[in-house]
């Protein structure tokens, strides 16, 4: 039961983009269109889902048995570049067609950082493994929800007749902003 | 480039967080008051000028190939250090950036600092460009923080000894500016305001 109200929790009541402001960058960024955001989307949760269960075991077996719980930040960025960049090789040597998919958006995920806020969040919650693993996973799920909407909306847009100032970022951050009070309407699920 | 062109260069031409939208998720967290707004501008001030100083003197020491993940060390080295130090000394602040603070590393705004100029530049000309781009962030977090704090909760410098309720205690304020969505909103229309702003001034300028 903890773990679908993890599930929940971080795909709508607190989801990612809209309520913990991480990952505002490559939202805004890759959602101009609909199949760049869904390349963006697959990337993300692959990388953050596998970064939340080699974090998790870095912290409980290297860092707190070492007592150097203070290097956190500076060991998790590195495991996370050094993470997409292995992932990248291994993708160009197994999947080419893959590779193709989402390849171009791997590096950017390096500062993403609802990937380092996922993982320092998952050590402060004192989640498990498996509920680690389940937050990384649901909150991938989120950014891509909230990507994938963006991006539909920003779609349309496009033809929309905006006034001029507003052109571009600033009318998809007012969008988001909206979007953001829809999904205030999931607090009080959990 | 002059030393105080490139000054101006960081707060007004390219204003990190409205002309090169960087560092967004920081702005739009913390910037729910005026205070939290400076500390975490300050904050970044901090690491960005100490990182520009490492990375310009390294910058022939550093191999071109491996020359991101050797910035992201740098950076990450500082932010460790401010953290402690505000864990230490100025613990409500630590408190009030939460995972803001750590988060520094993955800010963009510093990253894009060394790679595009301090790897490239010397010494000086490396901390003023730090300085400008730091100062210009500050400038917009915070007064986007107070104009949040203002709409939201009808107070000024809320958190501090010189608080001011500026419509009065009966005011009932619109709660919705300090939470997420108002942030969205506010940050959309001042980038479209300061476009608007900045085009008038360069259409001055060509007359």
Known sequence: MKLF???VSTILVNNYVFARFLGICPFLGVSTKMETATGMGFAVTFVITLASAITYFIQHAILDPLGIGYLQTLIFILV?????QFIELFIRKTSPGLYNAMGVYLPL?????????VTILNIQEKYTFIEAITSGFGASLGFFLAL????GVREKLELADVPEALKGVPIALISAGLMSIAFSGFSGLV | MKLSEILKNGIFDENPVLVQLVGLCSVLAVSTSFINGLSM???VIFVLCCSNIVVSLLRKVIPDTIRIPAFIVVIATFVTILEMFLNAYLESVYKALGIFLPLIVVN????ARAESFASKNKLIPSLVDGL???LGFTLTLSILGAVRELLGKGTLLSGTAAEINVFGEGFQAAGIWVAPPGAFILLGIFIAVFNVIMKKRKAKAAE
């Not at chain 1, 996370?80 to 997409?84: D, E, G, M, R, Y």
């Not at chain 1, 995920?109 to 806020?117: D, E, F, H, K, P």
């Not at chain 2, 963009?108 to 990253?111: A, F, K, N, R, S």
């Open chain 1, 5 to 7: 109200t993890i599930l």
């Open chain 2, 132 to 134: 400008g781009m730091g």
């Open chain 2, 41 to 43: 501008g300050l904050a």
């Open chain 1, 148 to 151: 994938i909407l963006l991006s």
């Open chain 1, 109 to 117: 995920i390096t500062t993403n950082c609802v990937v380092l806020g």
């Open chain 1, 80 to 84: 996370i570049a050094s993470l997409v």
């Open chain 2, 108 to 111: 963009c705004t510093i990253l």
